[in-house]
């Protein structure tokens, strides 16, 4: 069964950037959407950005401007770049897999999901 594996977290302070990577535990199909998510201690799970299998992307209104989803299809892999970072970024991060059309941003667009990556935002 393909899992998401995430990598790139990691505690930095606040103005910095960190990049964010998720690729599949096996070969995917780069038609499906896919987006990062992320959810602080004790918050409901909150839509960070997504990516449609053409590049379209839609961005959570607390981050965009300062992040950037983006995917290498060759690579099959998801990126999302952070920058400008803020305390409020701190979270647990988890990228997911969508199905096909328009990039969604409720969780319940998504049936995989990957084990989380922490980011932590302090000084």
């Known amino acids: 069964q393909v899992q998401l594996v995430e990598s790139g977290g990691g505690s930095v302070q606040p103005g910095d950037s960190l990049r964010l990577s998720c690729a599949p535990s096996?070969?995917?199909?780069?038609?499906?959407?896919m987006a990062w998510f992320r959810q602080a201690p004790g918050k409901e799970r909150e839509f960070v950005a997504c990516?449609?299998?053409?590049?379209?992307?839609n961005y959570g209104d607390s981050v965009k401007d300062r992040f950037t989803i983006s995917r290498d299809n060759a690579k099959n892999t998801l990126y999302l770049q952070m920058t400008t970072l803020i305390p409020e970024d701190t979270a647990i991060y988890y990228c997911?897999?969508?199905?096909?059309?328009?990039?969604?941003?409720?969780?319940?667009?998504?049936?995989?999901w990957g084990q989380g990556t922490q980011v932590t935002v302090s000084s």
């Open positions: 096996k070969y995917e199909s780069s038609s499906r959407f």
């Open positions: 990516i449609g299998s053409s590049g379209v992307a």
């Open positions: 997911a897999r969508g199905g096909f059309g328009n990039c969604g941003r409720s969780v319940y667009n998504y049936d995989l």
